[in-house]
């Protein structure tokens, strides 16, 4: 894959921790641009940016997780300088948790959290 895995967001780099945001089915970044303004410095909020998805719509969406989560993992190491979180919603809250399963497998280190919502 070619393309960042996060999207530009006015962030806030000195935060103490970074919030990467997982969308659900076919959603995107768009649904997370309010957050950085909502935490203020008290996160730096990181929408992740999927293939086919927004700024990245001329790529080949990847439909199987085990195809998303190598790559993306790959993608997301520069950004792992600092603690982190991971939130997501409905199958990004699946994704989210696949992604934090290989990053602590990979002895990356373990999310601050992991937030889910509407999934079990």
């Known amino acids: ?4 895995w996060t999207a530009e967001v006015r962030g806030a ?3 103490g921790v970074r919030l990467f945001c997982f969308a659900h089915a076919g959603g995107g970044p768009a649904g997370f641009r309010s957050w950085q ?9 990181r929408p992740v940016l999927l293939p086919g998805r927004e700024s990245r719509s001329r790529e080949q969406p990847l439909r ?3 195809d998303i989560v190598g790559p993306l993992c790959d993608g997301l190491l ?3 300088d600092r603690p982190y979180a991971l939130f ?5 809250a699946a994704l989210a948790y696949e992604v934090a399963r290989e990053l602590a497998a990979r002895g990356w280190g373990e999310p601050r959290h992991l937030f ?3 999934r079990r």
């Open 116 to 118: 889910v919502s509407a």
């Open 88 to 92: 997501g919603h409905s199958l990004g």
């Open 37 to 45: 303004r909502e935490f203020g410095q008290d996160a730096d909020i």
């Open 13 to 15: 780099p000195d935060a």
């Open 64 to 66: 199987r997780m085990t």
């Open 1 to 4: 894959m070619t393309g960042r």
């Open 78 to 80: 520069p950004l792992l």
